[in-house]
Structure formats: C-alpha cells, structure tokens
C-alpha cells in the first residue's frame, strides 16, 4: 500500500486525506480543504475541481467517504509518515505542522484563515495555487484555536465595538445584533492607527526623557566639577585661615616672650641693685655694732662721724608687688578675639549647612502645590534699618515699614536708599523660602540683589527698574509685574495680603494672592546669579496711608 500512498493524498494540502470527500468528477480532496476552496468562489457561484476544473452549479453537497477514510487511517497504522532528514522536527517551544503526521515538523506560517500551521512542504500550495492568495499568512501561532467562535465553531472576522471583543458573523446576528460592529481588518486599522499615535507619543516620550537625563548627566558633572572646586577652594581658605591664627599664635608668643625677659631683666637688675645695698647696710651695721663696742671714748668720738653718716636709698622703700597680673590682660584679650571667632564661626557654619542642604537637584523637589507646603519654607523676614528710606519708620521688631511726611533723620549710611522710597531685608535669601506681606496703601512687594544702586533717583536704584530686582505692585485693585523697567499686567483676585515663593537654585519666583485660598498672580522662571533680599518700595504721592508688613508664619 505504500506505493500508492500519492493516490491518498489530497491535491490541495498534499496530505494524507483527512475526512475525504469525492466531488461529483471522482476527485478526492480532504473536507476542509474543498470546502475553503469552494467559499472563495462563492462570489462567482460557479465552483470547480482544483484538479480537472470541472464546474460545478449549484456547489455540490458534500458527505464524507467512509470507505477511502478508512484506507486512509489504515495507511497511517501500517506506515507513518517520515520528514526528511533535512527537516527540523518541532520542539516543545515550537509550533508544529499540524498537517504533519507522524513526526511533527517545525512550522513556518500559520494561516489565520484555514487557521492552521504549515511546515514548508505543506505550506507550498498556500504559495501556488490562486486560490489561497487572499489567505493571510503570518508567524507561527499557538493561538489559532482563539480565532474560533466558541458558540458558533465559525471563525471569529468581526469586532463589536460595544462589548469590545472578537466576534464571529453568526454572532453579530445573534446575542450582539444592533451593537457597534465592523470587521476585525477594519478595527485592527483603527487600532494601527491608534497604536502608531502612541508610538509617537511614546517616543516623543523618551526623546524628552533622554533629553532629561543627558541634562541630569550634565547637571552630576556639574555638581561634581563645582563639589571639586568648592573643596580645594575652601581648603585652600581654611589653610590659609590656619596659617594666620598660627602666625598670630607664633608673633603673640614671641611677643609674650620678649616682654617676659624685658620685664624681668628689669625687675633683676633692681633686685641686684637691691641686694647691694642691703649688703653695704649690713657692712654698715657691722662696723657701727664694732663701734659702740669701742671702750675708748675719745676713739669712738673720733670714728663716730664717719660711720654714723648714711647714704641716700637708690630706690622707694615701699615698691608694691601685683603678683599674677602682668599677662592677665593679654589673656582676656585673648579669650575675647576666641569668643567673637567662635560666634562668627558658629553662625557661618550655620550659612553654610543651610547652603549645602538647600543646593539640591530641581527635580528632587518639586514646586509646593497647597499653602501648607510652602509653609514649610516659611522664613521670618525683617527690614535693615540701614537701607530705609528717611521717610521710613521701622516697628513691630523691624518687621513693619510705615510711610509718613515726616523726615525720620536717620543717620546717613551708605546703605541707605536716598530717593526711592524703599528698604530690604537683613536677612538673605537663598535656596527655597516663602514669605507674605500684609499691606495697606501703595506698596512694592519686591526682592532685589543686595548690590543694588542706592544713592539718586536713577532707575538703577528702583526696585523692578532694572535687571537686578523683581517686584509686583497692587494700586486701584489691578496688580502689574516690574523688572527691568518693563510692566506686565497681572490678573488675579484682590488681596491685602501677598504670598512670595522663591527657589534662588532653581530660578523661580511666584506671587500668590492669599485669602480663604491662594492664587498663583505671577510667575518668573530665570536664572538668580546671587542671593536675594526681600524688599519693600512705596508711592512717593501717597503721603501717610501705606504699610506694609513681613508676616510672622511660624
């Protein structure tokens, strides 16, 4: 029977036959492959025999031949099919030739319409034949079955877009009749559609986040080049400030030194002097002692005037002595310069610890949202008493400006603001701090550079004049932002009390309008190349109405 295994193969598969059937010429095919050949013709309604192309009217109504599936299994008990030897036979992973009998082949397509998988030789008549050129091929699947109606065992070419699932023909008649359906090509070119606008938008996504981490690359470099410097700069500084203090150490010392064998160079040469003159006193006393001795009167008469005459002390006799106290004072000196340097330390060190914790990465800290949150970057702010304006007078511990006609002689300095009406604040601003202004009148809610002009009336002096201070003013219930003498409106709720959030690192500065909520007025994004102070300007034509006040937040 082996030689004639070609008479059961089906000419459309090149199989053994499966469920064959005989068409109405005497040719046999398997069921499934005719019925697939025939169901492209449908369109024609004239169906023909792929091997002698006999038509058909109408399509012939097929039954299984009993007889030939039975030669048919029996070829399959008394010899299995062999693949060649230059065929892979299918892994576990792989996906195999479901037309293969016996030794599996490794597929190379699927046919979503046949849904079925071919290896190459089985494959070749999807190749050739006409037939099965609408047929669409792709990588093996192990889901083909999926494909399947589970209701109605049809293959699943429609989509309904209400339930949003896979649907056969039979289906959109059926439980999903009336719903939004078109077919699986049509959605799958909607979707494509969608899936490529998500592509896009996917690798727009990482354009920009290659873009952010080129710039965080850039921005550790950065913190690593300014770290390095920082270090051998203030090592350098600190070395230097050591080399200082040991030098003062050393000139103090010798200084000590030196004055120690002066003072006590001093102090022996008139014990020594002392001494002499209590050894000639004794000498003195001696003879004089000898003398009263004497039992001759007339020598002691003799010798008396020459020994009884004393000569004149070379120094007081009553020199006071202060032991312990020739270097006390150099002492107290001392300590004194040691306290002051301990608090000047102390208090940079504290500058220093702020700067460091505050010089952190922008992303690490984003903009604060709620008015809660810029609390926590809530700073007590009060006025320089030596930048007010004559026409100024300070209260409330510094924190409250009152505008008033009268000149407040306040003693001339040069940080003084001479024509503008105006002060800023002691303390600077650097990292990430919030304060609020309560105001009443005309007023300037500003922060400036420290190393803004002072004297005249130039602009270089008026805060939001120049391009080195930002300031926002409320006259008339309209707000306008000022910096380097160009106004913008702002728009914005009306408010006595004024909200300012800077982040000196990261180049922002907002204004918020603050009532029972807070709204955002203005916002600057630039580059701060200095710490900032805060900064209060008011009308020079509003005479003794305006105010304005750092409120205490903690």
């Known amino acids: 029977m082996d030689h004639h295994r070609e008479e059961f193969c089906c000419p459309i598969c090149l199989d053994l036959l499966r469920d064959p059937v005989a068409v109405p010429c005497g040719h046999s095919f398997c069921m499934s492959c005719i019925m697939q050949y025939w169901d492209v013709e449908d369109e024609k309604g004239i169906y023909s025999c792929p091997e002698c192309r006999k038509f058909f009217i109408p399509r012939p109504d097929l039954m299984k031949n009993i007889m030939l599936a039975d030669l048919v299994e029996e070829l399959k008990k008394t010899r299995l099919q062999a693949a060649p030897a230059d065929r892979c036979s299918a892994g576990p992973e792989d996906v195999a030739c479901d037309v293969c009998t016996g030794n599996k082949i490794k597929a190379s397509k699927s046919c979503l319409q046949c849904l079925i998988s071919y290896c190459e030789e089985h494959l070749q008549p999807h190749l050739d034949l006409p037939v099965f050129k609408k047929h669409k091929l792709v990588e093996p699947s192990k889901t083909l079955q999926e494909n399947i ?47 490529e606008g998500s592509r896009l938008n996917i690798q727009r996504r990482i354009q920009d986040r290659e873009k952010d981490v080129k710039l965080l690359r850039q921005e550790v470099e950065t913190i690593n080049g300014s770290a390095d410097k920082a270090v051998e700069h203030t090592e350098k500084m600190f070395t230097e400030l050591i080399r200082l ?67 004149e002390p070379t120094h007081s006799s009553s020199i006071e002595i202060h032991p312990l106290r020739y270097f006390e004072d150099v002492t107290a000196a001392v300590s004194e310069v040691t306290d002051k340097l301990q608090d000047v330390l ?64 306040h003693p001339s300095h040069p940080d003084r603001f001479t024509v503008w009406i105006q002060a800023l604040s002691q303390e600077s ?55 380097n003498n160009v106004s913008t409106p702002v728009s914005g709720p009306w408010s006595n009390r004024i909200g300012v959030y ?29 710490p900032l102070h805060a900064g209060l300007r008011f009308y020079s034509f509003i005479f003794g109405k305006s105010t304005a006040e750092f409120c205490e937040l903690k």
């Not at 010392?253 to 102090?267: D, G, K, L, P, Y």
């Not at 005249?456 to 910096?483: D, I, P, V």
């Open 149 to 195: 109606c589970p209701r109605h065992d049809e293959v699943m070419k429609m989509f309904c877009r209400t339930d949003q699932q896979s649907i056969c023909y039979l289906c959109s008649l059926d439980q999903h009749k009336g719903h939004d359906t078109v077919s699986a090509a049509a959605e799958r070119t909607a979707r494509q559609r969608e899936l």
């Open 245 to 311: 203090m040991q030098k003062r150490r050393s000139d103090l010392r010798q200084q000590v030194r030196s004055q120690q064998i002066t003072e006590a160079s001093r102090v022996k040469e008139l014990q020594e002097k002392l001494e002499q003159e209590i050894a000639e006193l004794k000498r003195k006393d001696a003879e004089l002692q000898k003398l009263s001795h004497t039992q001759d009167d007339n020598q002691f008469l003799h010798d008396y005037p020459s020994l009884s005459a004393l000569s």
């Open 346 to 409: 102390r208090q940079g060190w504290t500058n220093i610890s702020q700067t460091l914790t505050e010089g952190d990465v922008l992303l690490s800290h984003p903009e604060p949202t709620t008015r809660a949150e810029f609390l926590k970057y809530a700073r007590d702010i009060t006025l320089d008493p030596n930048t007010a304006h004559s026409l100024l007078i300070l209260s409330e511990a510094n924190r409250k400006a009152t505008f008033l006609e009268e000149d407040q002689s």
């Open 429 to 483: 601003l650097s990292g990430r701090c919030y304060w609020e202004v309560e105001r009443r009148g005309g007023v300037y809610v500003a922060v400036s550079y420290k190393t803004i002009s002072r004297a005249g009336n130039s602009n270089a002096c008026g805060f939001g004049r120049n391009e080195k201070s930002w300031a926002l003013h409320h006259h008339n219930n309209s707000y306008n932002f000022w910096t």
């Open 502 to 530: 800077l982040d000196q690192k990261a180049g922002i500065l907002s204004f918020y309008s603050i009532s029972k909520t807070m709204t955002l007025l203005h916002r600057v994004q630039t580059t701060f190349t200095q």
